[in-house]
């Protein structure tokens, strides 16, 4: 490069290390330690609702303090629903979202979005007052000059 960069193997070295990095690449040793620990961690059973055809025992509920930290399934969303898979005669939890949750979301959100409306077009109103003071002004002043 020229006077506005780096040139140099240097500069393609620094480029490659942080192209690595952005794109989530690890390097050979950290993938080999990582491939260790995945054989020998126990192998993940699918669950039953996955598989096979279920029945909810127990509607999507907020998942309590114990419940939260006992239950895998309650950190994604913060709610479990009971599954029951006959076939298998297996009772598993599943994540769920909750339509009260979802609802208190979204209309928070459409207050949120109301009131960044309502600022704006505050600012707005008040920008074009400025301006047309503004122009005025030159208006007034050309008036005067002849």
Sequence with gaps: MGPRGPAGPRCCALYAVLGALVCGLRPAAAMAVSDERRSASPVAVTPCWQVEDFVVAQECTRCSSFEAKRITQCSPTGFIEKISCPTSKRDEFKSCRSAVMEAHVFWRFVGTMMCVTAVFAVL???????????????????????
Excluded: G, H, N, Y
């Excluded at 707005?124 to 002849?146: G, Y």
């Design 124 to 146: 707005v109103v008040c920008r074009q007052r400025v301006l047309d003071r503004k122009a005025l002004e030159k208006v007034r002043k050309q008036i005067e000059s002849i």
